[in-house]
């Protein structure tokens, strides 16, 4: 079996490219026979969904590298990872595929990004024959949850299969005991719809009612609006910036924190892999009622779900974990225990090493 794997690996940092590095490197020690065609549209994650002439050459190029490896590599499968719910990436996304559907190779769609299946009504005829060229019928889908499987039932995919992501261990190597703060975490890129300017209303919300609730913030801003809310936020004493954070830097911030708020509506969130990172920790988490953090966090047991944008809510939750120390003990447990379970990197390895095996 050949497989051609088209993807991005690190740099940038980000759940989907982390993961891609994963598989490649998994394929690697496994000596299975795949070759990769690196996308590296952004190097920085703040690049990502932003048009560049620069993009478009390196779009050209891949072109013709793919076509390349088709005409001489002739995999059996190509392994690719669908855009999530906005024009320019999906009509990326058709270009990308155009040799792979002419020549009639069987495709692996693994979907990272999620709401592709939100978008096809909003297309012109011309654009939907296109899509349905490129995307219909895939032999094969790897979605993370129930809730993901949305996309590829619209695709027509043949057959599909629900692996989560995994996340390496980051637990607590000792009980946290409650300091003078009740440090509530973000940790990704500050862009508006992953909720950062949501963090800091919901933050500044909390810390009116009990000053002990301090935000703490780890990732890039996406632009200068981001920026300046976390700016101002800092200056107002509510948040800690740690600007851009990774390895043990990262770690030891996770472990620090008591509770991670993650009050996403990211175009393109799917499975978000920082919610997974703060069960590791022992984190309750609070987040949004949106795709497949529905179906990461349950109710009451390992965190709380609200709809976006319901700031007194997530402020409520926060609180109400401040001041419940048994209900806090009880939620942090059920976090590890779910990390364990579901999420870890063994898990996921084992599962995705699993599917490329059983490819015939």
Sequence with gaps: MRLLIIGQTPPPYGGQIIHIGK????????????KLVRMNFSEEMDETGKFSLKKVWKLIVLQFVILKNVIFYRPDFVYYPPSGCEKVPVYRD?????????????????????????LYDSLNPVIKKAFKYAFFNPE???????????????LESKQNTIIPYGVEDISKQAKKTRSKIFQVLFV???????????????????????????????????????????KEAVNLGIVIYDGVKIGDEKRKIFCESDVFL????????????????????????????WRGVLNQISNGRNGYRYDVHDIQGMSDAILKLLNDEELYAELSRNARQDYEAYYSDETFKKNILNFFNSLK
């Design 262 to 289: 993650f009050p996403t509506f990211f175009e393109h969130e799917n499975f978000p892999t920082v919610n997974l990172e703060a069960f590791s920790a022992g984190l309750p988490v609070v987040s949004t009622n």
């Design 94 to 118: 058709i270009l990308m595929l155009f040799f792979i559907r002419l020549f009639k190779i069987k495709t692996i769609f693994h979907f990272h990004a999620g709401g592709i299946s939100e």
């Design 23 to 34: 598989i490649v490197s998994l394929l690697n020690e496994e000596k299975l026979d795949f």
């Design 188 to 230: 990704g890129v500050c862009r508006e719809s992953k909720g950062i300017l949501d963090f800091i209303e919901i933050i500044k919300v909390a810390n009116s009612v009990d000053k002990r609730v301090i935000g703490r913030i780890v990732g890039k801003a996406f632009s200068m609006k981001e920026e300046t809310a976390i």
């Design 140 to 154: 094969h889908s790897i979605c993370m949850s129930q809730t993901g499987l949305k996309d590829p039932i619209f």
